[in-house]
């Protein structure tokens, strides 16, 4: 099935040699990208760490497209961080800036509520979100956009996004109980994992 880790290793293969920038917003999207992204040259992972928020990523890569034109610029986000910012794929759009942007979709805040699962004794509040129409949003930008719900599907639309001659979104699919692993809490040693229950 199609997951996060996966597409990042696919990311990797199909853009073996190309050396893209690539940029990431907050959250579980943020923490997968650099688990298991191929990135082998300097400045080619653009991500806020710790210290940004939500809707960093978009804005950033438009920047990125801006610094480095002839460079394939790839933006990683979640559905929640892209609804912060997302108008940016519109000024992408008018300015003729070719970037992929990537927005991994499952339906919720996933990074807050993988905490609240995990600390909080899956005391859930405020991270579910509501249906979305990226692929009409994109396309409403003057972007193009595909929608991907297998592993097959996202393969065909990251050859459509690198064949376009505009901005392209690529919304993926994922299972909203899918978690970012390993993980340490806050102020735990860099190797003591938290363990995670697959009864979900």
């Known amino acids: 099935r199609l997951t996060a880790p996966w597409m990042m290793k696919e990311l990797s293969r199909s853009f073996e040699g190309e050396h893209p920038i690539y940029v990431t917003d907050v959250g579980q999207n943020q923490m997968w ?3 298991h992204l191929v990135v082998d040259k300097p400045r080619h992972h653009l991500t806020s760490g710790g210290c940004g928020t939500m809707g960093f990523g978009l804005p950033g890569a438009l920047g990125a497209a801006f610094a480095e034109p002839d460079k394939q ?3 990683i986000c979640g559905d929640g961080g ?3 910012t997302g ?5 992408a759009a008018r300015e003729g800036k070719k970037l992929i942007s990537i927005v991994i ?6 990074m807050v509520r993988q905490w609240q699962q995990l600390f909080y004794n899956e005391h859930y509040s405020n991270t579910l979100l509501t249906e979305f129409d990226f692929i009409g949003f994109a396309h409403s930008c003057g972007a193009g956009g595909r929608r991907a719900a297998t592993c097959k599907e996202f393969q065909e639309a990251l050859k ?3 064949e376009a001659d505009k901005p392209f979104l690529i919304e993926v699919i994922v299972e909203q109980g899918d978690l970012v692993e390993p993980m340490v809490a806050a102020g735990a040693a860099v190797d003591d994992f938290v363990k ?3 009864c979900r």
């Open 82 to 84: 892209f609804k912060m």
């Open 105 to 110: 979709n499952n339906s919720c805040l996933g």
């Open 160 to 162: 459509a996004a690198r």
């Open 33 to 35: 990208a650099a688990q």
């Open 87 to 91: 108008m940016e794929l519109y000024t």
């Open 196 to 198: 995670i229950n697959r």
């Open 73 to 75: 610029v790839v933006h």
